[in-house]
C-alpha cells in the first residue's frame, strides 16, 4: 500500500535576504564581494552549500563566527517547501514541492539496487498539451528559476542522506529533466541549474548521467548539445504527423522531418551517446507493426535507442496501454532492426509518479505564456 505523507507547510516568511541557491559561481563571488569578503570564501560556501548539503551558515565552520553571522544577515540557504510527500510500494518516492510564491511542482526518485534517477520538473504546469500526458492537462503556470530546479535535488539529496557528495558509489547518481513542463521553454534557467549540478566541486554529477527531455523545440536542440553537453531524450510517440499532431501538439509548429533532422545534426551524437526516443504505447493507436516498421525507417542514420513506455494510466485518460503482446511485438521488430528498444518498467503507478502522470493544483498566472 503507498505511503501518503502530509506535511502541515507554513506559509514562505517575507524576507529580503538573498537565496544564494541557484547562483553561479560568478554570481555567488559578485554577491559575496559585496560585503567584502575575499574571493577564497566564495569558494568555501559554494562547498559547504554543494557538497556538504547545509542549510545554514553556522554550519560552515571553515568560516569565522563574525563572517558566518554576516552572511546570515543577507542571505538565506533556502530549499522548497515539501507540502507532501509519497512512497511507492516499489520504492519510487514522489515530493510535491511548495515555492515561495506557493506555487507547487512534482519531482520523484526512482531507486534502482545501487544508484537511482530523480526526475526534475522544469515548469510548474506545461507550455504544450500532449494529449496522454497527464501534466498537460495542467495549463502552464510560469517557468521555475535554477534555485526552483537544484532545490528540487537538495530536497532528494537530503531524503537519501546523501551529503557530503559521494565520490564512487551514489544512490542518487542520474538526472533526468523528464518532470514536468518543457526544458526547452525554459532553457536559460535550465542551463544555469544543470551548470551548477555538474560542478566538480559541489553536487558533482557528470554530464553523461544527465538526460533532457523535449518533446522537439528543434531550434534549441543543437544548443543543447553544442552548450550542455548532456544526453538527449525525444519525445516522438508517433510516426506520422498526422498523429502526432494530435499526440504532440507541437509537432504542428515543428514536424515529424525537422525534428529528426536536429537530432541528427546533435552534437556529440554517436554510438556511445546515442539519442533516446521515447514512445509511448498506446493501445490500437500507435502500437502496430506498421508503426514498429516506419519507426524503424525514420530512425535511419541517428545514432539511438527507443524507450518504449507502457501506457501510465491516470484520472480521465483518454488512452489504455498497449497489451503485453503488442508491446513484445514491437519492441522485437525494432531490435530486429538493430536498434535497441527496452521496455520501461512502470514506477510508482500507485502514487502517479509514473511517466506521464505528474500535475500540481497551482492555478494558472495571469501572463502571456512562453513562445
Known amino acids: ?145 535554477a534555485a526552483e530546479i537544484v532545490g528540487q535535488l537538495l530536497i532528494a539529496r537530503d531524503s537519501c542522506g546523501e551529503w557530503p557528495s559521494p565520490q564512487d558509489v551514489r544512490l542518487l547518481s542520474n538526472i533526468v529533466m523528464m518532470g514536468m513542463g518543457e526544458p526547452l521553454y525554459n532553457y536559460d534557467n535550465v542551463a544555469k541549474a544543470l551548470g551548477i549540478i555538474v560542478d566538480r566541486e559541489g553536487i558533482a554529477i557528470s554530464r553523461r548521467r544527465i538526460t533532457l527531455s523535449t518533446a522537439g523545440v528543434v531550434p534549441m536542440i543543437r544548443r543543447v548539445g553544442a552548450e550542455l553537453g548532456v544526453k538527449l531524450a525525444i519525445s516522438l510517440h508517433a510516426v506520422t504527423d498526422e498523429l502526432r499532431d494530435v499526440l504532440v501538439p507541437l509537432n504542428r509548429r515543428y514536424p515529424i522531418a525537422e525534428l529528426l533532422a536536429a537530432c541528427r545534426d546533435y552534437p556529440g551524437a554517436s554510438n556511445a551517446r546515442r539519442i533516446t526516443f521515447e514512445y509511448v504505447m498506446l493501445k490500437g493507436i500507435n502500437d502496430s507493426p506498421a508503426d514498429a516498421h516506419a519507426l524503424v525507417r525514420l530512425l535511419d542514420g541517428i545514432p539511438a535507442k527507443v524507450n518504449l513506455i507502457p501506457f501510465n494510466p491516470w484520472p480521465g485518460a483518454p488512452y489504455e496501454c498497449s497489451t503485453g503482446a503488442a508491446i513484445a511485438r514491437f519492441a522485437a521488430i525494432v531490435n530486429d532492426a538493430g536498434y535497441s528498444a527496452p521496455v520501461r518498467t512502470p514506477r510508482g503507478r500507485d502514487i502517479l509518479a509514473a511517466c506521464g502522470q505528474l500535475k500540481s493544483a497551482s492555478e494558472r498566472e495571469r501572463k502571456t505564456r512562453p513562445a
Not at 569558494?43 to 552549500?49: C, D, G, K, L, S
Request: aromatic fraction near 8%; proline fraction near 3%.
Open 1 to 145: 500500500m503507498a505511503l501518503v505523507i502530509e506535511k502541515d507547510v507554513l506559509e514562505p516568511t517575507v524576507t529580503d535576504r538573498r537565496n544564494l541557491v541557484g547562483l553561479g559561481r560568478e554570481e555567488l563571488g559578485r554577491a559575496l564581494a559585496g560585503l567584502g569578503l575575499p574571493a577564497f570564501r566564495a569558494r568555501q560556501v559554494w562547498h559547504w552549500i554543494y557538497h556538504h548539503g547545509v542549510r545554514d551558515f553556522d554550519t560552515m565552520t571553515t568560516l569565522a563566527k563574525p563572517v558566518r553571522a554576516l552572511l546570515a544577515e543577507h542571505f538565506t540557504i533556502a530549499r522548497p517547501a515539501i507540502a507532501a510527500e509519497q512512497n511507492s510500494v516499489d520504492g519510487t518516492r514522489k515530493w510535491l514541492l511548495r515555492y515561495a510564491d506557493g506555487k507547487e511542482a512534482e519531482t520523484v526518485f526512482i531507486p534502482e539496487e545501487d544508484r537511482g534517477a530523480l526526475c526534475v520538473s522544469a515548469q510548474v504546469g506545461c507550455t504544450l498539451n500532449c494529449a496522454f500526458c497527464h501534466t498537460g492537462t495542467q495549463a502552464w503556470v510560469r517557468n521555475l528559476d
